[in-house]
């Protein structure tokens, strides 16, 4: 186990992902953490992560001191190393000079962290700061030619700190820094797999449920999907799954999803068609932050009307996922920043009174995935692409009617099927229709017509915190352009979509 303390870096969550990579266990916990917390996780590590705050600005995130006496090696990275550094009895300094980007970075011992490590190598710096004064009994263990102290370490407390970033790809050998750091420095063990995840998920469901029940809001994507067969392993009967149709699903999707549940999953599962429930109050509404509230709100009602025929539950399970909980709480109240709100996330009407359970509440989306086939998933359930909880809400752009849904629904439909056909729908995060509230001017059959815009948006990406955009062949392109507007009525232009997150976001809404 590893605990990451977030100071706010946009690079937390890669470097869970990097000590996940090596089959280590990591948390990513906020600067406000108890140390009795800390303490009971046992941790055979602390990693400080960076952040954008300087160590002198007011309100910059800092963390109980006592972290850096716990008797574990502990990392800094950037601003976690600042911290050390200051909290020690050294001085940080205002730079003369920031450094951003590439540097050469010369290695003064080939030990410890840079065991393995040629010099010079390439490193990736984003700082303004850089200390100007070591506490007592550290020593500069790599420079550049910016930035003397490039990285410290005081051997006998083990504690390191890196003034780059060896999480991303830029850092050329960053990975065998961080490796040194787990297996070298923290002695750690390669045990954590999905497969020891499950058994250890399955057990501790199974403690803290023993012989209650649990309700399970199923979406059929893939997270909600591992959430119930993970949970149906631990209680069995115990568990009941409730499927509301809220009308703003893709084409004939919960026809197929009833199909599959009933077919693969052998649990108690209850289907609510609630379409007029959720289109009446969205009549008119084109706010995003609105449509997300209104179909969270009227998911809720549905949901516990459904839920209180189901006598004497205690908990309700959740498919929440990190990137989840990260965008929309900002890791416990961390200082990373809110993205968006996610329906599924931030707590629970005080009139259910139903205790949480969040099995993935830890794990990325492509770690899900490897949960769903070491749990016997099947897999055209565990490679669904992500699908919105608000669902086609918010790819009609503007207000919500039945006939807007229709014709994304018909577009979608069609640029999925040329995306399968094409071989592509693994190889992308997500692919999807968006339709536009704007109309142009087209010609169909030597007449103008005035009708409706569709866009494309296909993305890859690991875990939904960043993407790019799909370069996908031009042929193909042409090929789903070319079938949404000859097949679908009231659509007379497709666009392709090429931005990549950050600086938008995946879904357009």
């Not at 800092?62 to 990275?77: K, M, Y």
């Not at 995935?369 to 086609?392: D, K």
Request: aromatic content about 8%.
């Amino acid at each position: 186990m590893i605990v990451i303390i977030d100071f706010g870096s946009q690079y937390n969550q890669l470097i869970a992902r990097r000590v996940r990579e090596n089959h280590v266990y990591c948390q990513i916990e906020a600067p406000t953490v108890d140390m009795a917390y800390i303490r009971s996780l046992n941790p055979e590590g602390i990693i400080l992560s960076g952040g954008p705050s300087s160590i002198y600005e007011k309100g910059s995130p800092t963390v109980n001191a006592d972290i850096l006496n716990l008797g574990v090696p502990v990392l800094g990275i950037c601003y976690g190393m600042q911290f050390m550094a200051h909290t020690l009895g050294g001085v940080v300094t205002h730079a003369e000079k920031r450094e951003y980007g590439f540097a050469e970075l010369d290695i003064h011992k080939a030990e410890g962290l840079f065991t393995g490590v040629e010099t010079p190598t390439r490193c990736w710096m984003s700082h303004g700061d850089s200390i100007e004064r070591l506490p007592e009994d550290f020593e500069i263990t790599a420079s550049t030619s910016n930035t003397p102290v490039a990285a410290i370490a005081h051997r006998q407390k083990q504690l390191y700190g890196l003034q780059f970033h060896p999480e991303v790809e830029h850092t050329v050998m960053g990975k065998i820094m961080l490796k040194n750091f787990l297996f070298q420095i923290c002695r750690c063990k390669k045990s954590w797999s999905m497969k020891s995840f499950a058994a250890e998920s399955i057990a501790r469901i199974q403690d803290t449920v023993q012989d209650k029940k649990v309700i399970l809001g199923l979406s059929g994507g893939v997270d909600s999907s591992v959430t119930a067969l993970l949970i149906h392993k631990a209680i069995g009967k115990h568990l009941t799954c409730i499927f509301v149709d809220n009308g703003l699903l893709r084409k004939n999707e919960a026809q197929k999803l009833k199909a599959v549940f009933q077919q693969h999953l052998n649990i108690n599962i209850r289907f609510v068609s609630a379409g007029k429930q959720f289109l009446t109050p969205l009549a008119g509404v084109t706010d995003p932050e609105k449509k997300r509230k209104i179909i969270g709100k009227v998911f809720m009602d549905v949901f516990e009307a459904e839920a209180a025929k189901i006598k004497d539950a205690d908990f309700l399970a959740q498919g929440t996922l990190y990137p989840d909980v990260i965008e929309s709480q900002s890791v416990f109240g961390g200082p990373s920043s809110v993205i968006k709100s996610h329906h599924n996330v931030g707590g629970l009407p005080k009139k259910m009174k139903l205790k949480l359970v969040e099995p993935l509440r830890f794990l990325f989306k492509d770690e899900v995935r490897t949960l769903g086939a070491e749990i016997g998933l099947p897999e055209e359930m565990i490679w669904r692409q992500p699908f919105p909880g608000p669902g086609l809400a918010i790819r009609v752009i503007g207000e919500v009617t039945p006939k807007r849904l229709a014709i994304l629904r018909e577009a979608d439909d069609l640029l999925l099927e040329e995306i399968k056909k094409a071989g592509y729908y693994k190889k992308l995060w997500q692919s999807f229709a968006v339709l536009l509230p704007i109309k142009s001017v087209g010609v169909m059959g030597d007449q103008r017509t005035y009708e409706n815009i569709v866009a494309i948006r296909a993305v890859t990406s690991q875990d939904a915190m960043t993407a790019d955009w799909a370069k996908l062949p031009h042929q193909l392109l042409g090929a789903i352009a070319n079938n949404i507007i000859n097949q679908v009525k009231g659509v007379n232009r497709v666009v392709y979509d090429i931005s990549s997150k950050p600086p938008g976001t995946i879904e357009w809404e």
